[in-house]
């Protein structure tokens, strides 16, 4: 459930918020937190990045974890959810190569969830389970559907961690290979990154 400081219908008195500051302070928390690391970064740090104080913070987010993970959200929306495709191999492609420049801040994220059982609880509803939904639909509605999608999550989900949680490439090959072995079909016509 939504804290009445986080509903955007709440209402408020005084001057309503500068929606451009939510957002430097989101693209400011996603570029510190790529730069650095999660834990090298802070509240401090992410409000002089933006040109804002801590307290524009305080007012949108509980918190550092809350605010990234809002500013990771946002980018897996536009870079992974919307692509145009129903391929799982371009699908899985498409979401490695997002991890390239995002995994170790993911595994920041991840690391702090497991003590934090409140925030786990919001890493799981508003990041995991809508990419997990929206691979949903490419294993249903794809060109190769699989026999069994909650399996196929399990088996995609759980490779993604481990290899990431591990440092191990999540590269295009790896993607064909995993989509190969959940539809028997590799998704793509020539290797990717053939002309």
Known sequence: MESPRESPTSVRSGRPRD???????????????LERGYAAVTIADIAAAAGSGRQAIYRRWPGKAELVLDAFTEH?????????????AQFLIRTFRALAATGPALRGLMAYAQDDPEFRIQLRDRFIAPRREALRSR????????TDPDVAIAAIYGALWYRLLLDEPLDDEFAVRLSQALTGHSGLARPPGAS
Not at 76 to 88: C, G, H, K, N, Q
């Open 76 to 88: 897996a929306v536009s870079e992974v959810d919307t692509a145009d495709t129903r391929d799982l």
């Open 139 to 146: 294993l249903e509605s794809g060109p190769n559907p699989v």
């Open 19 to 33: 929606q451009q500051v939510a957002s430097r302070l989101r693209a400011a928390a996603r570029r510190l937190t």
